[in-house]
């Protein structure tokens, strides 16, 4: 990489042949650029790898791509050992459990996430036996801006992951075709949500619909799918909207969905409301965490608390969300139909189903008890004042 002087980004800096070098810094997750940075190649063992990312030095790679790879296997590997007996306190409650299960895959990122590359101004990568990854950074960074930069290797190989996500989509039976989700948006590979929202019984008066957070798109090409003649997406970030837009267009569905950048709720009401918020109250660490995690319900009360005011008097908002923040001691069911009552809504029926992911089955998931025990539902809620 050539030495280049950056100011409207983010810098990382280090030495290389006594000379002062920068580059550009990225990282997803807005982490600050690394005070300490070694020079590393084909001769770092996993050992001293491992000694060097403990104790916080970044090590930027000089070597070959495909060992830099196999490095960061390693890395992997040892940040996936078990703790040494005696050396975590086992926790009393599944909220401890959660936490100390946070706190371990927070140290574990952040250590794997101490082995960096160069990244070239037109996206390539300036090492041996590199792979060509100039169009997953485009559809993941932009157009290049003409800058040399430096990031993680974690990252770039989850940029990678998303452009192969992207080329071969998600079959999705309910939309009679594939989504194709971007770097940074949600897939929807939870199937039982996705049936859910396929086969519950659609209001009397159902013309119009929102899909409030859309994501990928996915729930808002199911109603369109089943025959909603106008569904209006909603979205705050432009990656979201620009899969969202996506995916609507290659399933042909252009004139019934329509997207609009928006917090929650476009203006006016629909007989039929869908949001499929956040499942655990809990802070994200990184941009597609937004869809796993949501900060004190943030998104999960908005929904609520405004849903009757975009209800038609015999409208319905469904509420597709799991039960797992309950097993897990962070959020009540009282607490939830508690906000409900608030909000000026009732239950008119909970539709069931249980997940079928692999680590509901895995009983060496330190929440596996939570995730065996877990539920996902489609609330089907209606106006206290209406007629349902």
């Not at 267009?249 to 969905?257: N, Q, S």
């Not at 939830?336 to 509901?360: C, F, N, S, Y």
């Amino acid at each position: 990489m050539r030495a280049m002087t950056v100011t409207k980004f983010p810098v990382i800096a280090w030495l290389e042949g006594n000379q002062a070098r920068s580059a550009r810094w990225r990282s997803e997750a807005g982490l600050p650029a690394h005070d300490k940075v070694v020079l590393v190649d084909d001769r770092l063992s996993v050992d001293a790898a491992w000694k060097l990312a403990s104790e916080g030095t970044a090590m930027l790679w000089r070597g070959d791509w495909q060992n830099a790879r196999h490095l960061l296997q390693g890395l992997s590997r040892r940040a996936d050992r078990q703790p040494r007996s005696g050396s975590q306190k086992k926790p009393a409650t599944p909220a401890e459990a959660f936490e100390q299960h946070r706190r371990n895959q927070g140290r574990r990122a952040q250590v794997l996430g101490l082995l960096l590359v160069p990244l070239g101004a037109d996206y390539s990568i300036p090492l041996r036996r590199a792979q060509d990854v100039r169009q997953a950074c485009v559809e993941a960074y932009g157009p290049p801006t003409g800058e040399d930069s430096v990031l993680s290797l974690r990252e770039l190989l989850a940029v990678v992951s998303a452009h192969e996500w992207r080329k071969k989509g998600v079959p999705v039976p309910a939309v009679e075709g594939r989504i194709y989700p971007h770097y940074g948006v949600f897939s929807p590979v939870r199937g039982e949500y996705v049936d859910l929202v396929a086969k519950a019984p659609l209001p009397a008066n159902c013309d119009l619909a929102f899909d409030i957070g859309t994501g990928s798109g996915i729930i808002a090409a199911i109603l369109a799918r089943r025959g909603v003649r106008q569904v209006v997406a909603t979205d705050l970030d432009e990656r979201a909207l620009a899969c969202a837009s996506e995916n609507v267009e290659k399933l042909g569905l252009t004139a019934a969905v329509r997207l609009v950048k928006t917090d929650l709720f476009p203006e006016g009401r629909a007989g039929l409301v869908v949001c499929n918020p956040p499942w655990l109250p809990a802070q994200p660490t990184s941009p597609v965490e937004y869809a796993i995690y949501d900060p004190d319900s943030r998104m999960l009360r908005g929904f609520l608390g405004r849903l009757a005011s975009h209800l038609e008097v015999d409208g319905e908002g469904w509420l597709i969300i799991s039960d797992i923040a309950e097993h897990l001691g962070l959020r009540s069911r009282q607490k939830l139909l508690g906000w409900i009552e608030m909000a000026g809504l009732k239950v008119i029926e909970r539709l069931d189903t249980r997940p079928q992911h692999p680590k509901a089955q895995d009983a060496s998931d330190p929440l596996h008890a939570a995730r065996a025990a877990e539920v996902t539902s489609l609330w089907r809620l209606g106006r206290v004042d209406g007629i349902n």
